[in-house]
């Protein structure tokens, strides 16, 4: 069985500021993970996704996670908030590389200020 | 890129009635699509799994029959609430596939349902 839990179901910066979105996960099986962004009104946008290659992931948008397998972690980060980073962003963890059949974490709402 | 469309986004009906969601693939076949639901302050939960012209898989604890789903064409899948209830309230979201299992899954924009 796997799952994932989000701290924080909303998180505020200021532009400019780092972003730091926390994801732990459980699994039976060596997971992979990924992290996706949902704006208003669009669907689910895969930002980056872990599948057992290099822990620090680097993915779209500036975007990047690392991978903590002793701490089963995978954190999201930018160092730099923009106004568009404003969004939900979902982790998920799936026993497909590809992310079918996906767990979610209850997602996190990144508010940025100006 | 590839892109999956599903209607409506919005959907307001009252209890006891049927309300059906569209999931399209607008630029690929898609032969397999995922229903997933969310309830407020909860997660993403995988409701089933559809490949074309065959049964869905359901997830424990959702009802096939309540859930309808029918996928009929590497374009289209529908889920169908019957008698919907309040408690059926959530937000709807699809994803679909070309191929194989190793094939990303592209999402839809996800459907919001509320019963009254």
């Known amino acids: 069985a796997q799952s994932v839990t989000q701290l924080g179901s909303h998180v505020s910066v200021s532009e400019g500021a780092l972003v730091l979105l926390r994801c732990n996960y459980s699994?039976?099986?060596?997971?992979?993970l990924f992290w996706y962004v949902q704006y208003p009104n669009q669907g689910l946008q895969l930002l980056l996704k872990y599948t057992s290659a290099a822990t620090l992931v680097k993915g779209i948008n500036g975007f990047e996670a690392e991978f903590k397998k002793s701490e089963t972690s995978f954190h999201l980060t930018k160092p730099s908030a923009h106004m568009s980073d404003a969004a939900e962003y979902f982790c998920?963890?799936?026993?497909?590389?590809?992310?079918?059949?996906?767990?979610f974490g209850g997602g996190t709402r990144v508010l940025v200020k100006p | 890129g590839a892109v999956v469309s599903q209607h409506p986004s919005r959907v307001i009906c009252k209890s006891g009635t049927s309300v059906k969601i569209e999931c399209r693939s607008l630029d690929f076949q898609a032969t397999t699509m995922f229903w997933y639901r969310q309830f407020p302050k909860q997660s993403l939960m995988l409701m089933a799994t559809s490949n074309e012209g065959s049964k869905a898989t359901y997830e424990q604890g959702v009802e096939k029959d309540k859930f309808l789903i029918n996928h009929a064409s590497l374009t289209l899948s529908t889920l169908t609430v019957t008698s919907a209830h309040p408690e059926d309230s959530s937000f709807y979201i699809c994803?679909?596939?070309?191929?194989?299992?190793?094939?990303?899954?592209?999402f839809g924009q996800g459907t919001r349902l509320t019963v009254v």
């Open positions: 998920a963890v799936s026993e497909s590389s590809a992310g079918n059949k996906l767990t």
């Open positions: 994803s679909a596939r070309e191929g194989t299992a190793n094939t990303e899954a592209f």
């Open positions: 699994s039976s099986v060596p997971p992979y």
